[in-house]
């Protein structure tokens, strides 16, 4: 019998994953909570600026934490297709999480300077 999560993301250990999916979820949910609650209210404010550092901050340790775990790729199977098209698996997909570990940590870390800056600036 095959499980769902095998035939959806056959790349992905959905068991390791799994414990992660609470805290993705949370964090997600929470920022989508917050960015109605902005469209509502129409303005940041001192707490709302707060709020969005502190799930940009739990996003990228929650993303770190993710991207160096070993065994959340389903490596025999990426492996076989990366031969196939002989391409070296392993350098490539550590590049690959560096640059997205990267990125990501520049893009909230940019968000993080605005917010901290508008608070200075309105205090």
């Not at 250990?13 to 469209?39: K, Q």
């Not at 929650?62 to 070993?70: E, G, Q, T, V």
């Amino acid at each position: 019998m095959l499980l769902i999560d095998e035939k959806i993301t056959p790349f992905i250990n959905i068991s390791v994953l799994r414990p992660f999916l609470i805290w993705i979820n949370l964090i997600l949910g929470v920022n989508l909570l917050l960015n109605v609650y902005l469209l509502i209210k129409r303005s940041w404010q001192r707490a709302t600026r707060i709020a969005s550092i502190f799930l940009d901050v739990a996003g990228i340790i929650l993303f770190y934490r993710l991207m160096i775990l070993p065994d959340w790729i389903n490596f025999p199977l990426l492996s076989t297709v990366f031969e196939r098209e002989h391409i070296e698996f392993g350098q490539s997909l550590n590049t690959g999480f560096r640059i997205a570990i990267l990125v990501i940590i520049v893009l909230a870390s940019i968000d993080i300077f605005k917010h901290v800056r508008a608070i200075i600036k309105h205090t």
